[in-house]
């Protein structure tokens, strides 16, 4: 057996994620405390024996590089194969951005050319998932088609927004349309393909001239289908792509329910990630900690309900922290309070402080559509100064300080911004 | 929860006061764990009670068995040392040996010590032994 190439897109900007996804790549997000998104995509390769891994990178990669390494937690770190970064690089030909998720794999068709696979799995770093992509390969060699794409029921109403396909009675894609505004099928593509690594190569050259944002999505897949046979792999396990904070939030807090869709205590499937030693969760005096989900090193004399906690995380006596999600290292001093918020890393909130206390309701004057249903989200190493109130959709950017708030209350649908947060970008 | 020390991979539903749990305890619906240390993988069903116990890996406590006690010691709860196992656990713990299975419904409140590897089937034909002893 040649192996196959797996190959992750890992370079995409989440814009919708507001300030989690700013400073970092999105496959590099936090997620259900001690895990990055990436984390999924990774682990369901090792576990399905797939040990040479190419990341293409682009936006902001300092986070994901720096988590993943040499994939030392995912078994990665071996002599042949394992994990290898593609960032957009220069050469003698000038140098340029990754246009589009397959334009970044003509720009490294050398890679693809010298590998003796005879597949190539394409996946997103996105999306949160646990996956056997050995029976994927198993159908798609059974299949015999170039392409075969993995696919999943979504619910009619968000059709519009993922890669919708049709199939014939056998499995064969009939149509394919990205985000379409009507369709007739309720299919989605999970980003998943696996190709016939010389088809790939030959539809890559085809479409490359034409297509400076080369896309899967949009280009290659409707001209596979126009050149030959491609088929659909119906997955049908739990499968979420996180674009957006309020999915963010939702599926942080699905994770709390007592029968979750996505089982993280599953003892065949434990999801691997870099992990942090940390001390054991301690918990003091008499508090309440009700449905919550807590990592290590958590220090917690506080009130905890409804709550995913990220290592490290400190609640103080007499704080209260309620249906939120806090990265690592989050600090909750005395008496505070902390109502439907998202804290990235390090987030300091001071005493009898109080998050997420709603007034009028109003949307998010910078990201309307994105905070919109009441989260608020604060940037990592943000310093929420002592007896501050802020309300609901609000925006805290990463760094923000004390000095940073002008009033006692920051009224709903606020987006402070500060000029710290931002290096030059040229 | 209040006043422990709990590890990563616990799922708790039920009650753990001043207790120590290693990775991937359960402790189920409506149970109580108090004054206890619980090591890897132990597993405490619904309803029941671990009081004063340290229960070693992937322990097993059925549905509403009660195992150890939290009162003062008591002459009627065995506090006179007649042997070797008794003497080890005279301050009132209950040790429970690895991977033991404690049958639903068993009731031990004397401090007790249950050796490892043994079935439900096993400690219940124990139960008739005197406190303190080895079971």
């Not at chain 1, 807090?253 to 301690?282: K, V, Y």
């Not at chain 1, 604060?378 to 100064?385: H, T, W, Y």
Request: charged letters at 25%.
């Amino acid at each position: 057996m040649t192996g196959i190439d797996v190959f992750i897109l890992v370079g995409g900007q989440g814009s919708r994620l507001s300030v989690l996804a700013e400073h970092r790549a999105k496959p590099a997000v936090p997620f259900a405390g001690k895990y990055r998104i990436i984390d999924f995509a990774l682990t369901n390769c090792v576990y399905s024996g797939f040990f040479r891994i190419y990341m293409l990178t682009q936006y902001r990669p300092r986070s994901l590089v720096e988590h993943v390494g040499a994939g030392k937690p995912w078994d990665l770190d071996r002599k042949w194969g394992g994990i290898a970064f593609l960032h957009p690089y220069q050469g003698p030909g000038g140098s340029s951005w990754y246009g589009g998720t397959a334009d970044a794999l003509v720009q490294n068709l050398d890679v693809l050319q010298r590998s003796r696979a005879e597949e190539a799995l394409i996946l997103s770093g996105d999306h949160v998932y646990k996956m056997n992509y050995e029976w994927l390969l198993r159908a798609h060699r059974e299949g015999g088609a170039d392409l075969t794409v993995g696919v999943i029921e979504v619910p009619w109403e968000f059709t519009s927004h993922y890669g919708i396909a049709s199939i014939d009675a056998v499995g064969r894609i009939t149509e394919f349309e990205e985000k379409p505004a009507q369709t007739r099928s309720n299919l989605a593509s999970m980003g998943v393909y696996v190709f016939r690594r010389t088809a790939l190569i030959r539809i890559l050259q085809e479409l490359q001239a034409d297509h400076p944002n080369l896309d899967f999505g949009k280009h290659v897949l409707p001209a596979m289908l126009e050149r030959g046979p491609v088929l659909s792999y119906r997955y049908g396990g739990y499968w979420l792509d996180i674009g957006t904070v309020q999915s963010y939030y939702d599926a942080s807090m699905e994770l709390l329910a007592s029968q979750p869709r996505l089982n993280l205590f599953d003892d065949e499937w434990h999801i691997l990630t870099r992990e942090h030693d940390r001390p054991p969760t301690c918990i003091e005096n008499a508090v309440a900690i009700h449905e919550s989900m807590i990592t290590d090193g958590c220090e917690i004399a506080g009130e905890v309900v409804g709550s995913v906690l990220g290592p490290g995380v400190v609640v103080e006596e007499g704080a209260r922290v309620e249906h939120s999600v806090l990265m690592d290292d989050c600090l909750v001093r005395r008496g505070a309070l902390v109502s439907r918020c998202i804290l990235d890393k390090r987030v300091r909130v001071g005493s009898k402080a109080q998050l997420g206390v709603a007034s009028d309701g109003r949307h998010n004057t910078e990201q309307p559509e994105v905070l919109r249903h009441g989260i608020t989200v604060v940037g990592k190493d943000a310093r929420i100064p002592a007896h501050q109130v802020v309300g609901t959709n609000c925006l805290i950017d990463m760094m923000a300080g004390p000095e940073d708030f002008e009033h006692r209350r920051l009224q709903d649908g606020t987006a402070l911004r500060t000029q710290r947060a931002h290096h030059p970008v040229r | 929860v209040a006043n422990s020390v709990i590890a990563n991979g616990c799922r708790v539903y039920g009650r753990v006061e001043r207790s120590i749990l290693f990775p991937g305890v359960l402790v189920g619906e409506g149970s109580v764990v108090r004054d206890s240390i619980l090591f890897s993988g132990a597993n405490v069903y619904r309803n029941a009670q671990v009081l004063r116990c340290i229960l070693d890996k992937r322990v097993v406590i059925g549905d509403g068995a009660v195992l150890g006690s939290t009162e003062p010691l008591t002459a009627e709860l065995g506090s006179t040392p007649d042997s070797e196992a008794s003497v080890r656990t005279q301050e009132g713990l209950t040790v429970v040996g690895r991977n033991t299975r404690i049958p639903s419904g068993f009731h031990s409140r004397r401090p007790t010590m249950i050796d490892s590897y043994l079935d439900e089937d096993a400690v219940r034909a124990s139960v008739a032994v005197a406190s303190g002893d080895r079971r």
